[in-house]
């Protein structure tokens, strides 16, 4: 899958506030939580995993490994969905 | 600027076949348990630890009481050693007026231990060794036969003490809304009941006193106890008519309903579970219908068990891992509508997991029931998530250790602390010491004092009972059998 593919499945994805997801290329709907929201807004901007990484860590309480260990297994489940 | 609650960054696909997490609402929290705080028992007893509430026992008994003695002349509780035989809870029931029910001989003698005295003791259970009845015999205690074998064991004790012995029949009958325990006693329903209760009679120095009816367990339907009553009120008048003349009691058992949920149970116990009043009514009303007005009541003995503890009881556990589950039910599903295989289903699937530091193995009843589980704490990373459908694991090294298929429950963390409730019915006696030590077990009393009435366990509570063969005392490794020895 070519990075120009998986922007525009990126793309495609409708978000609202309070993390409600919906791909119209499947019509599936999806819940993400807070900081998975904002993950998929920054990816939906082209921000990098390093950079994804560095906003959770800076605009959260928490450490960075935790975040690095959650964001992998958060890309995972984008990757299976065919977004990445 | 103030750092946020840090909550995973996850996803999840909205589906209508788990709860929504947008509908599960705000976080339940018991943070306290009779006005102690959850954190502070565990610092003070560690994790996990059984916490029994005295004033939830003592409300309970006293409501059963007031609910029968209401409507009925004559009624004696008997606690049920079986449903929870920690000395701490039986005598707290023994204040509260309650004799011992027990069913065995090592519970018989715990009730004596307990300074129960032989006729405060309803003798049950379908297997009573002969030492046992005799020392059952010998003091007097209400022993309820089960068979014949039993009838033939007590008639040879009579012979042997040339005295008669009172007893009581147990019987089972069909009531229409519950599997018939036929493994209990005589069937009261095709005249086998009856025929026993006048060949005992008629062949032994046994007086058969009472008859004894135990429906079954968590009887949601109050009515069941109403056709029981009926039937055993028409064995006694039967029996009399036979020449046997009017047993002086009745013991309806036990088996009233607390409020646990069972699993697929629909609706919450709040409204499933029958009141008091709802059982006193079906069972006195019923008696005091047929008996004839002309004749004393029988005095009514009752055996309830877990309505009076599960309630009094909470299981305090920690979270020791956090674990996303793969559900390939839900991918499953999907396939049926031609959706199988596809990416989606994958992360459609996943569901929040956590591992606890208990384990099934003292939760029995979770095979059965569906304990609430609540977090002992709360924090805005907690509440920012709001509640996720979980899966609860236990601690074990199995894989059937789940406590809760799903449970409400927000994103927890390792070294949250949450409690489980009720689960003071049964528990504990059935607990079995598996892998880990069993944990310490406080009462809280109503001034909020905290009693330690069982230690954890250690090492040798659990090899003590062993025994090592002398050709065994060695670790060394033996050359017969070709090894190597160790150095």
Redesign the interface.
Known sequence: MTLETDLIRLGDLMLND?G??F?PN?G?????????L??LRGLQRGATIEDLVAD?VA????ERI??RC??D??LW??K???WL | ?N????????????SQTTA???RLGRVPVMDMIDGVPVARLIAEHGSPLFVFSESNLREKIRAARLAFEAVYPDVTFAWSYKTNYLNAICRVFHQEGSIAEVVSGFEYEKARHNGIPGHDIIFNGPWKSVESLRRAVAEGAMIQVDNRDEIVALARLAEEFQVPIEVGIRVHVDTGTHAVWSKFGFNADDGEALRMMAWTRENTRLKIRGIHCHVGTFMLDSGAYATAAKAVVELALAAEAAGGGLVEYLNLGGGFASHARLHGQYLPPEQATPSFDDYAGAICSTIKQLWPAASKLPKLYLETGRALVDEAGYLVSSVVAVK?RRMHDATAALAAYGKGG???A???S?RNAVVLDAGINILYTTAWYQPSIYPAGTSPAMT??GMQPTTVYGCLCMNIDVIREEAALP?LKAGDAVVMHPVGAYNITQSMQFIAYRPAVVMIDPERRVHLIRRREVLEDVQGPEHMPDYLASTRQSTAAGGRLDP
């Open positions: 309070r409600f997801v791909d499947t599936e709907s999806y819940q993400v939580s807070a900081t998975g904002r993950c959770l605009t959260h309480d928490v935790t975040v959650d964001m297994a958060f489940d984008l299976q969905l065919g | 600027m750092a946020q609650p840090y909550v995973a960054p996850t996803i999840r696909r909205v929504n997490p947008q996303q596809v990416a989606t994958t992360v459609s996943r920012a998530a994103v």
